[in-house]
């Protein structure tokens, strides 16, 4: 399912993340390349200095992880230091209800 104010990256061919708009939900399949969502992660954090990383299934959490874990190496590098916050989220689709591991990224004030 697809909102106007979520931005979701899945595995998309020649290797370029598939974005279909920008806010502060990154949503993240077991497809998506950890490279590219923790571009998103680390653009975001820059810009707004929070972002929240939706995740279903095993693989796309490992993925959200992963992510995270680079964009923070990324940021690190800028001096920016981010803290992540996981909890639960019930979330439609297609007419059922999953829960999703929802992963709030934030900047951290030093």
Do not use: C, H, W
């Not at 653009?43 to 959200?64: K, L, M, P, S």
């Not at 803290?83 to 990224?105: H, K, Q």
Request: cysteine-free.
């Amino acid at each position: 399912m697809e909102t106007a104010n979520n931005t979701n990256l899945n595995g998309a061919s020649k290797g370029q993340a598939a974005l279909k708009a920008q806010s502060d939900v990154v949503k993240v399949s077991a497809q998506s390349r950890s490279t590219a969502v923790a571009g998103a992660i680390a653009g975001i954090i820059r810009e707004r200095g929070r972002v929240d990383v939706q995740a279903i299934g095993a693989g796309a959490v490992n993925q959200a992880l992963k992510a995270a874990a680079i964009a923070r190496t990324y940021l690190l590098q800028e001096g920016i230091d981010i803290y992540l916050l996981p909890s639960f989220s019930n979330v439609a689709i297609e007419g059922s209800e999953r829960t999703a591991v929802r992963l709030t990224v934030e900047r951290r004030s030093v």
